[in-house]
């Protein structure tokens, strides 16, 4: 665990889920339901269809890491007209070993 | 001088052929297709997002498109008053940029819509429905998986009071129906211009309704509103 150079960045692993917000219709949504209670599991009361990105990144800590993805969520990732997005960060493991 | 026509062409657009010809062969008049990479538009009097699948249409219709090096430009153009329309794939990306209030979505069937309908048209004061009448049904086909019209009730409300809404999905007679809504779009809404209403974007395909031989000619009704549009400018 070195820290010769402060400037070194991190590697950092970010999980960005975005499905729609809750007023809008989910068709797939629901036909995947359908299938679920077609397969007998009628426990099944509502799903939502999403999507699920991974990015690798590097940054300095987890705060700036987090304001940047914020703004990607925003700018890109996700159309905040219609979606609600969130997302996790944490320190990339394969990062940890090489530096290890 | 010339009346010029620029149709904004993307990796995946697919429309800008139809676009082309039905401005060169239907309405005669002067067009040029613009590479998305291209970022200047200063010698065209009118823009066309044509339809396709930008990208792909990875992550959503038009949400990568929105960032090429033309659509500085087109925001530009947009912002001087100028006249744009986005036809089904064009109009995702003009929504995409927030050039156009809403958002498109998966259609409420999930199922590709491919075939001719009605709109209505609900406004005569954007420069693509000034040659038009108030309520004139236009005959156009539709081609789109994600064409369903989402704005949340505020802005339905704000679209009817600011007269934004510019064509609605309706029978040959031009009655509300929402059974011949084709994709589950909000207030049966076919398309919407921005609070000016120099940007119009809807889901119908005008550029392929340009000659009888094809099955009708009622989308250079729409094309060929921006001249007379022009024309009453400068002699007004």
């Known amino acids: ?100 | 001088m010339s009346t010029r026509y620029a149709v904004i062409t993307f990796p995946g657009s697919n429309g800008e052929h139809d676009a082309l010809k039905a401005v060169e062969m239907g309405l005669g008049q002067p067009v040029e297709a613009v590479w998305y990479k291209e970022t200047s538009l200063e010698r065209f009097d009118f823009l066309l997002l044509p339809g396709g699948f930008s990208y792909g249409d990875y992550l959503r219709p038009g949400a990568i498109a929105r960032f090429a090096p033309i659509m500085s430009a087109v925001e530009k153009f947009a912002a001087a008053g100028g006249p744009v329309l986005g036809i089904c794939n064009g109009f995702q990306v003009l929504t995409e940029a927030g050039l156009l209030p809403g958002a498109l979505l998966r259609n409420q069937e999930l199922e590709f819509r491919c075939n001719w309908l009605h709109v209505r048209t609900e406004t005569t004061r954007t420069p693509w429905t000034s040659g038009l009448d108030l309520g004139q049904v236009l005959h156009l086909p539709i081609a789109h998986g994600d064409g369903r019209y989402f704005a949340d009730p505020e802005l339905v409300d704000e679209l009817i009071a600011n007269d934004q809404i510019v064509f609605r999905y309706s029978t040959a007679t031009g009655e509300r129906d929402s059974t011949l809504n084709p994709n589950g779009s909000v207030d049966d809404i076919a398309g919407v211009s921005n609070r000016a209403g120099n940007v119009v974007g809807l889901m119908p395909h005008p550029e392929r309704a340009y000659d009888p031989l094809i099955g009708g000619d009622d989308g250079l009704r729409i094309l060929s509103s921006v001249l007379k549009a022009g024309a009453a400018a400068i002699s007004g």
């Open chain 1, 1 to 100: 665990m070195s820290a010769t150079d402060q400037r070194t960045s991190t590697l950092w692993l970010v999980e960005v889920f975005v499905s729609l917000k809750p007023a809008v219709n989910d068709p797939q949504g629901l036909a995947i339901r359908d299938g679920l209670h077609m397969l007998g599991y009628h426990e099944v009361d509502d799903v939502r269809a999403g999507k699920y990105m991974q990015l690798e990144l590097s940054g300095e800590d987890q705060s700036q890491v987090e304001a940047r993805v914020q703004e990607m969520c925003e700018k890109l990732l996700a159309n905040t007209v219609i979606e609600s997005y969130r997302f996790d960060v944490r320190p990339s493991i394969s990062d940890e070993e090489t530096a290890g």
